[in-house]
């Protein structure tokens, strides 16, 4: 049968977590024939290269690709895609791990279903020591298109809890935006819209530890904050060459560009300087029209809605006390 799975595990600087993150692999309960592991090394510093050199002395199914320039996560799963040999491709994070068993679960579905293009899972979410089950109960368990799909159900952003068949990516030509720190959500989207067949099944398969180190985290660092916006805007995108193909796929694919847009405008471009904060919202205005007033103003009048909120701005942390005394004195009437 061959290779069934390509499991592309992006490294830099993992040396703590990457034996934990392979162990989860190799306890599946899977034959090595069954699937290949590849690890591409995007410039690390530290030891993770060699740990997993030495973890190819006990196994002969694990790859190491070494980049030469840093190219970031986007770029080294494209880089795994293209060498790997696996009918599916799963995407793992070097600190994070599968549920155990889960991969014997997804191989049946898998085989069941005779060449589904993606198959989309569970997680568990890990912060602070504390865990957290996602189950997607209320998805359609029903095999559909990808359009209908996105209608029907709700999709995460997260590419690894997906699980792709590697000549749908290639003959779509799918691959991650690359040198940015946010590639993820517009893969994802676009990957489900153009899927003939895909699925969701309620079995737990991935286990994410949320670390305040991961580059995710965005604090007021304006590099992240505008690839932030660069991600919206390739959502806005997909939305627009949507459209011409089918307008309710169109509309829900324009409300991720939405949500995602409000959502950084509201919690991270106040946090910038005038200037930053002036280039960004000129150069990535959201879709219209829009039925958010807020977001469609600013669509509308980026800078007129920049004067005025350089002038509320300095209220804010007065505004927010007032908003928690208030939110506060409730819960005690309570």
């Not at 989309?120 to 912060?127: F, K």
């Not at 504390?130 to 209908?148: A, H, Q, V």
């Not at 995460?156 to 000549?167: A, E, I, Q, S």
């Not at 390739?234 to 560009?257: F, N, P, V, Y």
Request: with cysteine; proline share 3%.
């Amino acid at each position: 049968m061959g290779v069934f799975f390509s499991i592309i595990i992006p490294v830099y600087n993992g040396e703590q977590y990457i034996k934990n993150c392979l162990d989860s692999i190799y306890r599946q309960g899977l034959g090595d024939d069954d699937f290949e592991v590849i690890c591409v090394n995007d410039c690390s510093i530290d030891n993770t290269a060699q740990v997993i050199s030495e973890y190819g002395k006990f196994y002969q199914n694990i790859r190491l690709i070494n980049h030469e320039t840093n190219r970031r996560q986007g770029s080294a799963r494209n880089t795994g895609v293209k060498v790997a040999k696996g009918k599916y491709i799963l995407y793992l994070d070097q600190d994070d791990v599968f549920e155990s068993g889960a991969l014997k679960k997804v191989f049946s579905e898998i085989q069941s279903t005779e060449g589904v293009d993606i198959l989309m899972c569970d997680e568990v979410l890990v912060e602070d020591g504390k865990r957290r089950t996602y189950f997607y109960l209320n998805n359609s368990r029903e095999e559909m298109t990808g359009r209908s799909f996105l209608k029907k159900n709700e999709i995460p952003w997260t590419p690894w809890l997906f699980v792709y068949r590697r000549d749908f990516l290639i003959i779509n030509h799918l691959s991650f935006t690359e040198k940015v720190r946010f590639e993820d959500t517009d893969y994802v989207i676009n990957s489900v819209r153009l899927a003939l067949r895909i699925k969701y099944v309620p079995i737990l398969l991935y286990n994410h530890t949320v670390s305040r180190y991961q580059t995710s985290r965005i604090e007021s660092d304006k590099n992240k904050i505008t690839d932030l916006f660069k991600i919206s805007n390739r959502i806005k995108s997909l939305a627009i060459e949507e459209a011409w193909i089918d307008s309710e796929t169109s509309q829900i694919i324009a409300g991720h560009h939405l949500f995602m847009y409000r959502t950084n405008i509201l919690r991270y471009w106040w946090r910038l300087s005038y200037k930053d904060r002036k280039e960004l919202l000129v150069t990535y205005k959201p879709m219209l029209p829009c039925k958010d007033k807020l977001v469609s103003f600013i669509g509308r009048y980026p800078r007129l809605f920049l004067m005025a909120s350089t002038v509320v701005k300095p209220l804010l942390p007065g505004l927010r006390c007032v908003y928690l005394k208030i939110k506060d004195r409730k819960s005690s009437l309570l």
